[in-house]
């Protein structure tokens, strides 16, 4: 397996502008969450999905970030428009429920995002 | 409250000693799950082990081992013989259910570990 694949690994972009990040997860699992990870806040867990419905997203910071989850194989997080303060790693990751005691949650590598 | 309290931000260990990085949590739930995962400079999260709150025995994972304390709310992370490559930032984390009965995911600020030779 490919595990959690994320794209684009580096994003550098002028505030304003909108920016899609993509995530495709293992096959089979049943939750995917997107995280951010920064210096200052740590790991925020931003909104995760259960079989591709929305179950939680208190931690999505405001209107400008939202995000998709159209089929099992893919999920996209968008920030629009962006800003300088939304620089981040943004990770993926995804699980099955049933079995995370044995392989816990599986996290892309990645997308270092970064608004100029 | 803090939900995962990680009270050591940084931690040097000897190579080939023991280490123990701390975790505490706070939960109401009586069915949770705790994670411990790694994070080498090079940015990648691994997960390393589980314990469960029914579990009746600490959770190993050959040099890991979980030195859980369910009555005190701790969940440390146990390395023996510490190798270089151990040298990392660590993450506590932890599921519970909330009063509607959905998951809640933490995770901890991290302890970053440097491994001396």
């Known amino acids: 397996d490919a595990g959690v694949i994320q794209s684009p690994r580096h994003e550098v972009t002028e505030m304003g502008q909108e920016v899609t990040l993509r995530c495709k997860p293992i096959s089979g699992h049943d939750y995917l969450f997107w995280y951010r990870q920064t210096m200052m806040r740590g790991l925020e867990l931003l909104i995760y999905f259960n079989n591709n419905v929305p179950i939680d997203d208190s931690g999505m910071p405001e209107d400008r970030f939202s995000a998709k989850m159209p089929n099992a194989s893919f999920s996209t997080l968008k920030i629009q428009p962006s800003e300088p303060r939304d620089s981040a790693v943004y990770f993926c990751?995804?699980?099955?429920?049933?079995?995370?005691?044995?392989?816990?949650?599986?996290f892309g590598s990645g997308t270092r995002l970064t608004v100029v | 409250a803090q939900k995962i309290t990680q009270t050591q931000p940084g931690m040097f260990v000897q190579e080939k000693e023991a280490v123990t990085l701390d975790c505490t949590y706070d939960?109401?739930?009586?069915?949770?799950?705790l994670f411990w995962y790694k994070q080498p400079s090079s940015g990648e999260m691994i997960f390393l082990i589980y314990?469960?709150?029914?579990?009746?025995q600490n959770a190993t994972e050959g040099r890991y081992s979980l030195n859980f304390q369910k009555a005190r709310k701790s969940a440390n992370l146990v390395i023996s013989a510490s190798q270089l490559g151990d040298s990392a930032m660590y993450f506590c984390?932890?599921?519970?259910?909330?009063?509607?009965?959905?998951?809640?995911?933490?995770f901890g600020s991290g302890t970053k570990l440097n491994v001396k030779p």
């Open positions: 990751a995804s699980s099955f429920n049933a079995r995370d005691r044995l392989y816990g949650y599986t």
């Open positions: 314990q469960g709150s029914y579990d009746q």
């Open positions: 939960t109401s739930d009586p069915s949770y799950g």
């Open positions: 984390a932890m599921r519970e259910k909330n009063l509607y009965n959905f998951n809640k995911f933490y």
